[in-house]
């Protein structure tokens, strides 16, 4: 059974950072390309940021280009979204997903169930 569990989020301030991280099982993770979402509310759910397989390359929503980076450790089965000069706009429930296809375009085989960031203006 595969599991995708976020963890990381909270309230910070404007200006501020946090990092999330995504705990996989269940799936050979190295095998996945994966991808960060995030749901503001009232709003359809919006790609943030994908990953290689291995890690090496990278490729961002424009709303987030410079300020968030996307890693991962295939050796702890995690991936990692590392967000600095967060905006009010940033408040959302972010996913991770693991990648049925290439990092470039993710389709999204598997969800986390989400961890709320909330930033305060």
């Known amino acids: 059974q595969v599991q995708l569990v976020e963890s990381g989020g909270g309230l910070v301030q404007a200006g501020g950072s946090l990092r999330l991280s995504c705990a996989a099982s269940?799936?050979?993770?190295?095998?996945?390309?994966m991808g960060w979402y995030r749901q503001a509310p009232g709003k359809e759910r919006e790609w943030v940021a994908s990953?290689?397989?291995?890690?090496?390359?990278?490729v961002y929503a424009e709303a987030v280009k410079g300020r968030f980076t996307i890693s991962r450790d295939n050796a702890k089965n995690r991936a990692y979204l590392q967000m600095n000069s967060l905006e009010f706009e940033d408040t959302a429930i972010y996913y991770c997903?693991?990648?049925?296809?290439?990092?470039?375009?993710?389709?999204?085989?598997?969800w986390g169930q989400g961890t709320q960031v909330t930033v305060s203006s």
């Open positions: 997903a693991a990648c049925l296809s290439g990092w470039r375009d993710c389709r999204p085989g598997y």
């Open positions: 269940g799936l050979v993770f190295s095998a996945y390309a």
């Open positions: 990953i290689s397989w291995a890690g090496s390359s990278t």
